[in-house]
């Protein structure tokens, strides 16, 4: 991943892409309270949300887009990952850690996706994938799935990335029967991953139907 301390074409990146209040998160600073910690991860989420949507620079959307390669999955992590799943900050979180596996290595996703989709027709066209779904293609999805939790329908882009997770997890097990003539360790990998995607699938649906309604925070 990138450094935070990459440049931009007209000078140093701003560390967050959307301005925080800073007394939002004054009460958090110096501790590792549990309850505090939760309040803060939704204010980052909700805060980051409002702020992409309030938006209208398309540099905004693309510093939103870009954030983990700027501070790392990890700091993100470090905020948002204990979150419940579905929960905002549980939302965005599992749309991060989406995008970056994709763009870590763009090749593996895109070959478990041509291997789902044949079988996964409709979740193919909901996730928005131009034929065919080549690695650059796939990384192309998977900013224009998170781009589109800040600048478009935060429930469809919740949707979009349930519906990859289903088409690769359908790859997963067309891999898994593949792996078990040479490998049962292999295929029981796969058959694991494809479960996990299903849940993370049934997590982000979840979340959509959730905020359709004004409830989730």
């Not at 935070?4 to 007394?23: A, I, K, Q, Y």
């Not at 390669?69 to 948002?80: D, F, H, S, T, V």
């Not at 080549?134 to 224009?144: F, I, P």
């Not at 600048?151 to 469809?156: H, Q, S």
């Amino acid at each position: 991943m990138s450094s935070r301390h990459n440049h931009h074409v007209s000078g140093v990146r701003p560390r967050r892409p959307v301005p925080f209040e800073p007394r939002a998160f004054e009460p958090f600073e110096g501790g590792t309270d549990p309850a505090r910690m939760s309040e803060a991860a939704h204010l980052s989420a909700a805060a980051l949300v409002r702020g992409g949507r309030e938006s209208e620079s398309a540099e905004v959307h693309e510093r939103l887009v870009t954030l983990t390669e700027r501070e790392g999955l990890e700091a993100i992590a470090e905020l948002w990952a204990e979150s419940p799943a579905v929960t905002l900050p549980g939302a965005l979180w599992r749309l991060y850690a989406l995008r970056s596996s994709i763009t870590s290595d763009p090749e593996r996703a895109s070959a478990l996706f041509r291997d789902g989709r044949a079988s996964a027709p409709v979740a193919t066209a909901v996730a928005g994938v131009a034929e065919p779904p080549t690695a650059v293609e796939l990384v192309k999805m998977a900013d224009s799935v998170l781009s589109g939790a800040f600048n478009g329908d935060f429930d469809v882009a919740l949707e979009r990335a349930a519906a990859f997770c289903r088409v690769v997890a359908i790859g997963q097990t067309h891999h898994a029967d593949a792996a078990e003539v040479t490998s049962a360790q292999r295929a029981a990998d796969f058959t694991k991953n494809s479960a996990r995607l299903i849940k993370t699938a049934e997590q982000l649906e979840a979340a959509a139907r959730l905020w359709r309604r004004g409830e989730l925070d």
